[in-house]
């Protein structure tokens, strides 16, 4: 068994090394290939990368961007990848993380016992202490099993973050490219997508991947925001018409109530009261989610798309047309 690594990087100069080290470090008695999706980076990235060409021989470094177009997002990057493999197995992981020295080796062993696999995300390695206590990610996302604590709408399945994902290249073939029309979530959606297909998604826990969170409250924000984005059009495909629309009109009435939360807890960040910095943090996320939702919603028009009676659940076969606004 061949196993391929996919690695998409867009300007990944101040984290790549760190996972580039990790991975030269791998012990695994095994065949596998380092395939660098470069995506139109236009810092030192793809440099640094080729100083590991030495202790990383099996490495590929293959262009997902055209600068005369628009670029695209990591679920194109990851396609791109795929596409340039020569692996039995494909393992996913991210420029700004980094794999734990088992990983390789758990991936592995986990693949030639399932079709598709994903390994925990550990939050204290790559994180200042607060942002992981305060937030308490650490508990929350998938650190100790797959995502399904909060999947309170349809289909009601678990899913992996596509930084530590892998699976065997016939269940790539059988369900087909990562979708572009949700840049952000295009995890959750192929996750949900293989298990459709009847594909088990497994837990590796030996696999770990050391997770970097987002350090700054703006670029909290804008990742919520791109995830509310995409909650939209998850709704649509996989939920009935009326929790769709419960659900986002949920969201718009807290709103109101949400708003003055804010400034209670920026005061509290600006002084260091209690949660202090962790408390904004979390909200910065929460609203970032909220405003996505609602921007998605306002900018495809997709209201009437919510009370459609044309609109059938999973067996709906494409999402619909979403123009995302420029990063």
């Not at 290939?33 to 990235?45: M, P, W």
């Not at 109101?256 to 600006?270: A, D, N, P, Q």
Request: glycine residues 8%.
């Amino acid at each position: 068994m061949k196993i391929s690594v996919i690695l998409p990087c867009y300007n990944g100069a101040a984290t790549i090394a760190v996972q580039l080290e990790a991975l030269a470090n791998q012990q695994w008695d095994g065949e596998w290939e380092l395939v660098v999706v470069n995506n139109g980076s236009t810092d030192d990235s793809m440099k640094i990368v080729e100083q590991y060409r030495d202790r990383l021989p099996d490495l590929k470094i293959v262009q997902a961007h055209d600068f005369s177009k628009p670029r695209l997002g990591v679920a194109h990057s990851y396609n791109t990848g795929v596409k340039a493999a020569s692996g039995d197995v494909f393992c996913f992981c991210e420029a700004d993380d980094e794999v734990s020295p088992g990983w390789l080796a758990a991936m592995a062993e986990a693949l030639c016992l399932y079709d598709s696999v994903a390994g925990p995300l550990e939050y204290t390695r790559l994180n200042e202490p607060w942002l992981v206590a305060a937030c308490n990610y650490g508990k929350w996302y998938q650190s100790e099993g797959l995502m399904d604590s909060d999947i309170s709408h349809p289909p009601h399945l678990p899913f992996s973050f596509g930084c530590n994902l892998g699976m065997k290249r016939s269940v790539y073939e059988a369900v087909g490219d990562f979708n572009l029309e949700v840049s952000t979530a295009w995890d959750a959606d192929y996750c949900w997508r293989i298990q459709l297909a009847g594909f088990p998604l497994h837990f590796a826990p030996d696999a770990v991947v050391h997770y970097r969170l987002r350090h700054s409250y703006a670029a909290m924000y804008r990742q919520a925001q791109n995830w509310g984005w995409d909650h939209v059009p998850l709704l649509l495909r996989y939920s009935d018409r009326s929790f769709g629309w419960y659900t986002l009109l949920k969201e718009l009435v807290s709103m109101s109530s949400y708003l003055v939360s804010g400034i209670k807890l920026y005061l509290m960040s600006t002084f260091n009261i209690r949660r202090g910095r962790g408390g904004f943090a979390l909200w910065c996320w929460g609203m970032g989610f909220k405003i996505g939702c609602i921007k998605s919603l306002l900018a495809n028009d997709l209201l009437p798309a919510l009370f459609s009676k044309e609109r059938s659940g999973v067996l709906k076969p494409a999402f619909p047309r979403m123009v995302r606004p420029r990063a």
